[in-house]
């Protein structure tokens, strides 16, 4: 019996890549309308080469590419950047086909739901209210509050506590399978690969389920209840 999903945030509920590379984008194009001489293309290479060091939820890499590339950070250049940044990042931030459909089918069936992601908690709240999705989920699980970032198994126990239920109860669902379902699959949670979100051109995901679609896992989830009825 399935009676609780976990869900990652970036990739697997919303496009994140695509989200944020527009917003880098136009972050730029902000830059070079406030007068920084820079080609974009290379601009936002640069900007990447950053985040993929030091994270992608690099609260500072405005600041740090400025700063590397021109030893000092002209305000107003800056703050083209974050306010080009956050307007691109507000309009472009989507759910993946049928989403809202699946957690309101879910939610139908009595299936408890948390999200258990990497990024820093705030901004995974603000991308879960900005899209109206806060009422299905019970809790956000993240790398902060003492508790260590995916695969190490505290963010999936402390899953696990908050929803009440068994691994065998509970499947973690993700687009990351060195960390989604690794993790999970390291504490007996079943899994579902996202496939439709995968970044990284992942040959074998190592799931129980592989989803084409996130919709997948309402059928998923009621044939595996219903054999146990």
Known sequence: ?????????DNTLTDFMKTKRAAVDAAVEGMIDAGLKVEKTAMVEK??????????EDQKIFDKVLLKEFGKINPKILAAAIVSYRRAKAGMMT???????????????GIRMVVVSDAPKLEVWLRIVGLGLHHHFEEVITGEENVAKKPAPEPFRKALKVLGTSPQET?????????DIAGAKALGIRTAWA????????????????????????????RENSVLV
């Open 1 to 9: 019996m399935i009676r609780a999903v976990l869900f990652d945030c």
């Open 47 to 56: 900007i990447f080469e950053i985040y993929w060091k030091d994270g992608v």
């Open 95 to 109: 759910l993946y086909p049928h989403v809202g459909l699946t957690l309101a089918e879910l939610l139908k069936m």
């Open 171 to 179: 499947i973690m669902v993700g687009d990351w399978a060195e960390r």
């Open 195 to 222: 496939k439709y979100g995968d970044t990284f051109n992942t040959k074998e995901s190592g799931a129980e389920f592989e989803l084409a679609d996130i919709y997948d896992l309402v059928h998923i989830i009621r």
